[in-house]
């Protein structure tokens, strides 16, 4: 085989075997440990007192919720997240995960 075509082969399989390597943590970046505290109430950030000023929260039931934070409500799951219809500085709003 010329010096050629074994420099052409070379790059594919190089490209080739890193990717097969990158995909060997099933598309986990990061694994941050978490204390069962913080997931206690809902998974995400919630505060009790209904004074706390929050400039990018979602309200229910008088506590502020941050995005990603789920809530079971009447047998409905909700999810704070983010509209992306809305250009604004608090574009959150709850979304229905799962009726019933």
Do not use: H
């Not at 219809?85 to 574009?91: A, D, F, G, K, P």
């Amino acid at each position: 085989m010329k010096k050629s075509a074994i420099g052409f082969w070379a790059l594919p399989l190089v490209l080739l075997s890193a990717t097969a390597m990158a995909n060997r943590n099933n598309g986990i970046d990061v694994v941050v440990p978490v204390s069962p505290e913080i997931l206690n109430n809902t998974g995400g950030y919630s505060n009790n007192d209904s004074n706390v000023n929050c400039p990018r929260c979602c309200i229910y039931d008088n506590r502020s919720y941050s995005e990603g934070a789920v809530v079971k409500a009447e047998g409905v799951l909700l999810q704070c997240s983010a509209d992306k219809n809305v250009l604004s500085t608090n574009n959150l709003k709850w979304v229905v995960l799962k009726k019933g």
